[in-house]
């Protein structure tokens, strides 16, 4: 199949026949947010909606995922996966929209509830006859939770979800990036993501006689920024690094010194081994200013989400297939990575496939109590994880 022919007409297919229904889907999810592991209602509502559709269901997977399976017309081609995360997130919204969450601290603040509607729009429109008989293979429906930490992504690899998959595609809306353009990348496109915790000791004592203590604040200080110096001096400046010290924490009252301090942050790459030499040279920067001013420094270091990487193929398939449909003009190769990071990574170590994003415009960011988007985004992300359903199964297995 010519790749933008055939594609013409089904965002305006997906908008009429689905539109309202995966709009009052998100609504309803948005509303009821569930956060990590825990998203037992949100599968429920997927189930829901899912039901009476020519699917084989498979539900408890990493806890509560869904994955449905739907075979195609043509049965000898590949296994085509589609992935949307269900997780929300520990914030408290403040949008003001009628479907706000209901839930206190509580919020789909990452658009997971548009991913999990558009999958469900996608599912949807694969099912019916006269497209499902343009499948040459099989799809999986893969409707994961606890992206937002916890590495769902992880546990379902685990649980052998990608096995017997040829490849695998994932949106995620984008703030920032023009309403309606899809934009990806060969290669890295996200990057890993790791947390540490450093645990300063000191020795306490009054706050008027500092010369008897060796002060977990002032080591402290000077090791947030003597870290920052391992990125500013240590990595390649073409080098893709970030180190963020986002916690800090030390002392019970103005008049004392106390004995320990703890610093926690997340270390971002796209070189896996920068990724691996970062512990080591934070872990004798911290300990060798502590030991300076007679303290000690322990590094407690978790190697979490690593990078997402997209097949070349993969990439250029799904930037083809979201020209055919939005138009040349809305189909973006990146140019550089983003430093935030995505547990899609977990299924892309184990298949080729890509992550892609889809732009909502110039909206609030994700993670912000304000983020809200335009709705007319599902019906054209639900297209285009048919589409690229559609486009993939006629890749040879
Ligand atoms: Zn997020
Ligand atoms: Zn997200």
Redesign the pocket.
């Known amino acids: 199949m010519d790749v933008a022919r055939g594609l013409e007409g089904l965002i305006e297919e997906v908008r009429e026949g689905f539109g309202e229904e995966i709009v009052a889907l998100r609504r309803d999810i948005h509303r009821e947010p569930e956060l990590g592991f825990d998203t037992e209602k949100t599968a429920e509502k997927v189930l829901a909606a899912l039901d009476g559709l020519p699917l084989e269901i498979e539900t408890g997977v990493a806890h509560n995922g869904v994955v449905a399976t739907l075979m195609g017309g043509g049965d000898d081609g590949p296994t085509v996966g589609l992935r949307a995360?269900m997780d929300a997130l520990p914030i408290h919204e403040e949008t003001g929209l009628p479907f706000a969450s209901e839930a206190d601290g509580k919020m789909h603040a990452?658009?997971?509830d548009g991913h999990t509607s558009m999958l469900v729009g996608a599912a949807k429109t694969l099912c019916q006859e006269h497209v499902r008989e343009r499948l040459s293979g099989t799809v999986k429906f893969v409707f994961q939770p606890a992206?937002?930490g916890g590495g769902g992504g992880r546990v379902m690899v685990e649980e052998g979800v990608a096995e017997g998959v040829a490849s695998i595609f994932a949106l995620?809306l984008w703030p920032g990036l023009p309403f309606g353009t899809a934009a990806t990348k060969a290669g890295p496109i996200m990057a890993a993501a790791d947390a540490f915790e450093l645990k300063i000791k000191g020795s306490g004592g009054h706050g008027a006689m500092p010369h008897l203590t060796a002060d977990a604040v002032a080591i402290a200080a000077h090791v947030v920024t003597a870290l920052q110096t391992v990125v500013a001096r240590e990595v390649d400046p073409v080098e893709p690094a970030v180190l963020t010290v986002g916690e800090i924490g030390a002392g019970t009252a103005f008049n004392i010194i106390p004995e320990t301090a703890r610093l926690g942050g997340t270390v971002r790459t796209i070189n896996d081994e920068l990724r691996e030499r970062m512990p080591g040279r934070m872990e004798e920067i911290a300990r060798g200013i502590a030991r300076g001013m007679r303290g000690d420094a322990e590094l407690d270091y978790r190697f979490s989400y690593p990078v997402t990487r997209n097949d070349a193929d993969a990439a250029k398939l799904a930037l083809k297939v979201a020209a055919g449909l939005f138009g040349e003009d809305r189909a973006v190769e990146l140019g550089d990575p983003s430093m935030g990071a995505?547990d899609f990574a977990f299924f892309l170590e184990e298949l080729p496939g890509a992550y892609v994003w889809l732009g909502v415009g110039d909206v609030s960011g994700?993670h912000t109590p304000k983020f809200a988007f335009d709705e007319e985004i599902l019906s054209r992300g639900a297209a285009l994880l048919a589409a690229l359903a559609l486009e993939a199964s006629q890749q040879s297995s």
């Open positions: 995360d990452c658009g997971h992206e937002e995620h995505e994700l």
